[in-house]
C-alpha cells in the first residue's frame, strides 16, 4: 500500500527572520495556504521526532517533502518552494539578472551575522566597533544597488529575490534602532541603500512581523542571550509564547544596564 503524499511542511521558530523569508516569497506567490508552517517553540527541548527529521543541525527553519524529504538552510527552501511553485516567478528568469541577484544575496550572511553580534554585544567599549562596521556592510549595498539599479528602489523591476532576502533581517534590525540607537546617518553614502530598505519594509507580503514584536521578543538578545537560552536571575525567556508579546511592556531601552526580571519583562 502507498502512503497518500503529505502537505510541504515548514518546520519554523515563528519570529525567525530566516522563516520569514519563505513566508514572503509564499505571498508574493499567492501560495501561502499550500506550504503547512508547524511552529517550534526554541525555548523548550526540541522533542526527539524533530531532531530525527533535522539531523546534522538544530537551526530551523527545515522543509518536509509531500514525500518526507528533508531539506534545510533558508537560500535553499526558498529555491525549492520557488521552482515547486514557479508562478508568478520571484526569481529572475533572465541568466545574468538570476546572477546579480545571487551576488546580491552572498552578502546576507555577512549582514545579517554583524548585525546580531552588534545586538548581542556586552561590551559599552566596542559599540562604535560594530557601529561602523555594520555602516560598512550598508555602504557595500548601497554601491552594489548603485551599480545595478542607479535610480529605482527595488534591485529590479519590484520586490524580488534579493528583497525577499534581506527584508527580514532589515526588520530584525529594528532591535538595533531601539537598544543601539543604530540609524543610517542622513548622507549620501548611504542614501540609495536607505531608499531599498525603505521599500522592502513597506511591501504588503512583508509584514509577517511588527517592530513591537521584534523589540519585545528579542530583548533577551540585547543583554547576550540568544535562540531562547535563559539569563541569570530568569525563569522564562523573552521568547516564550505566553504571555503573548501584545500584553508585555516595552522593555527599557538600557541594554548596558542590569538584566531586566521576568517581572520586569511582564513573562
Ligand atoms: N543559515 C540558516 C540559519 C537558521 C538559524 O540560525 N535559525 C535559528 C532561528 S532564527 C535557529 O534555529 N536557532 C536555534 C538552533 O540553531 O538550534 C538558514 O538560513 O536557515
Not at 499550500?34 to 537551526?59: C, M, N, Y
Not at 559599540?127 to 552594489?144: I, P, Y
Request: proline fraction near 8%; glycine fraction near 6%.
Amino acid at each position: 500500500m502507498t502512503t497518500a503524499p503529505g502537505p510541504i511542511t515548514v518546520f519554523h521558530i515563528p519570529v525567525c527572520p530566516f522563516s520569514q523569508r519563505l513566508e514572503i516569497l509564499l505571498a508574493l506567490k499567492g501560495r501561502r495556504s499550500d506550504v503547512h508552517f508547524h511552529v517550534v517553540d526554541i525555548t523548550q527541548s526540541r522533542p526527539e521526532w524533530l531532531k530525527a527529521k533535522s539531523t546534522g543541525s538544530t537551526a530551523l527553519p527545515i522543509l518536509e517533502t509531500t514525500d518526507g524529504q528533508i531539506l534545510r538552510e533558508s537560500l535553499i527552501i526558498l529555491q525549492y518552494l520557488e521552482d515547486v511553485f514557479p508562478e508568478p516567478a520571484v526569481a529572475q528568469r533572465d541568466p545574468y539578472r538570476r546572477a546579480v541577484e545571487g551576488l546580491m544575496t552572498r552578502m546576507e550572511a555577512d549582514f545579517g551575522q554583524q548585525g546580531y553580534l552588534y545586538v548581542m554585544n556586552q561590551d559599552p567599549g566596542r559599540r562604535e566597533v560594530f557601529r561602523d562596521s555594520l555602516l560598512q556592510l550598508h555602504a557595500q549595498l548601497n554601491d552594489f544597488l548603485l551599480e545595478h539599479s542607479p535610480s529605482g528602489t527595488t534591485l529590479f523591476e519590484s520586490f524580488g529575490w534579493a528583497e525577499t532576502v534581506f527584508t527580514p533581517l532589515f526588520m530584525r534590525f529594528w532591535f538595533l534602532e531601539y537598544f543601539e540607537d543604530f540609524a543610517l546617518p542622513q548622507e549620501p553614502r548611504y542614501a540609495r541603500v536607505r531608499a531599498w530598505r525603505e521599500a522592502c519594509l513597506a511591501h504588503p507580503a512583508a509584514q509577517q512581523v511588527s517592530r513591537e514584536q521584534i523589540v519585545k521578543l528579542y530583548v533577551d538578545y540585547a543583554h547576550g542571550a540568544g535562540n531562547g537560552a535563559l539569563l541569570p536571575g530568569r525563569q522564562r525567556s523573552s521568547f516564550v509564547f505566553e504571555p503573548d508579546w501584545r500584553t508585555r511592556p516595552w522593555p527599557s531601552k538600557l541594554k548596558y544596564g542590569p538584566i531586566p526580571s521576568d517581572a520586569d519583562l511582564g513573562l
